[in-house]
């Protein structure tokens, strides 16, 4: 084939970005002898200004094992993109860009948003191929996506950790964990590291039954606690004005009640600080001390797990076989061990949470984790 490759990373970085990027360019170039591959700085508005990197065999050398992207990353939208203090619709510049480098296909790895993005520029002409990555796990029609095995590692040792300072000093430990509206992270590592009480948005929470199972684990002789929350974990109360909000945007007959049940619902994703209430609230209920740790950016960190790597790899040497076949328009989904192109369209606008009846659920019921519930 002789083609060139643009290629990016969107949205928050992940574990395994570099690692893909590797994979596509040394199958691409070394296997299937394409022309050339560019990498483009910052997501989106590396290509809106054109800035990029010619990625050779060398370029492409020492990245297996590299945390972060080396192309830098943004999570900037190509139709509402801020340019000095305005807010504008880029995308006739990055079709530009793309005929201007002579491309043949864009690949971009991301997540939910930047799988949108992607099908938006695929609408306006371009060859585009998707990679899925993130640590949230939450992207539709793949069974799972690059970063959440190093994240859900990560997790895992810091609840693992946790247990010995709550025990030491009869504590609860209330831990934050990433995810944002979906709980695989919270409730793959509160299994794992063996949390008491795990919080998921899928399963929202009464604050009454949390603290009945800490009571109960002290009336057992056990005055210690881990409680790993999702940071989309809502209480149940929070939960009802969620859905009166979504009801009211769905009939709102003018513009300035759908604004109002609009800036409602942002109110209430952006309120991501429940973790200190919920440890506040504990410690009230149960009598016992409680404290809080956020793990935050740690869980994207640093160098991405076997599994990660392999998954990348997995999904970016077929992402060059699509090249070749000129398959475009498609994220590549790992399903079981196979890699499977779907159709962007199949992909966008829906988020994969944890179905009620996932095998997780009951793993953890079974163990006796409460859930809040
Ligand atoms: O999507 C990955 C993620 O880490 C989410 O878990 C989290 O809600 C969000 O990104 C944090 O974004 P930022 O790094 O922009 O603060």
């Not at 022309?35 to 990625?55: A, H, K, P």
């Not at 007959?253 to 440890?279: F, R, W």
């Not at 209920?285 to 404290?291: D, V």
Request: hydrophobic share 40%.
């Amino acid at each position: 084939m002789a083609k060139s490759i643009g290629i990016l990373t969107a949205g928050g970085d992940s574990p395994g970005l570099n690692a893909a990027i590797r994979a596509v360019g040394k199958t691409a170039l070394g296997r299937f002898g394409a022309m050339q591959m560019i990498g483009f700085r910052d997501g989106f508005r590396g290509l809106v200004e054109n800035r990029s990197v010619r990625l050779d065999e060398a370029a492409l050398s020492g990245l297996l094992t590299l945390g972060g992207t080396f192309l830098g990353t943004s999570r900037d939208k190509p139709h509402r993109m801020s340019i000095g203090n305005q807010v504008l619709d880029m995308t006739d510049a990055i079709v530009e860009t793309y005929h201007k480098n002579h491309l043949d296909v864009l690949v971009c790895l991301g997540g939910g948003g930047t799988q949108k993005n992607a099908y938006r520029l695929a609408q306006k002409g371009l060859n585009i191929i998707t990679l899925p990555k993130t640590i949230d796990n939450d992207i539709a029609m793949t069974d799972t996506t690059f970063g959440y095995d190093t994240a859900l590692g990560i997790a895992t040792e810091a609840i693992d950790r946790l247990h010995s300072t709550a025990h030491s000093h009869h504590r609860i430990i209330v831990v934050g964990i990433m995810g944002h509206n979906t709980g695989w992270l919270a409730l793959g590592s509160g299994i794992a590291g063996g949390a008491n009480v795990i919080l998921i948005p899928e399963i929202p929470y009464d604050i009454n039954a949390v603290a009945a199972a800490i009571r109960q684990r002290s009336r057992q002789g056990k005055n210690f606690s881990i409680v790993a929350v999702a940071e989309g974990a809502i209480s149940k109360e929070k939960a009802m004005i969620m859905e009166e909000a979504m009801q009211m945007k769905m009939q709102a007959v003018n513009k300035e009640d759908k604004k109002e049940a609009k800036a409602k619902l942002q109110e209430l994703d952006d309120d991501k600080d429940h973790t200190l209430e919920i440890s506040e609230q504990l410690e009230e209920l149960t009598g016992l001390e409680s404290r809080v740790t956020i793990l935050g950016h740690l869980q994207r960190g640093g160098t991405p797990s076997a599994v990660d790597r392999l998954l990348a790899t997995q999904l970016g040497t077929a992402c060059a076989e699509m090249i070749n076949s000129e398959t475009y328009g498609v994220m590549m989904a790992i399903r079981g061990t196979k890699v499977e192109a779907v159709p962007l369209e199949e992909v966008i606008g829906k988020r994969k949470i944890i179905p009620l009846d996932h095998d997780w659920v009951e793993t953890a019921k079974n163990v006796g984790i409460s859930l809040g519930a």
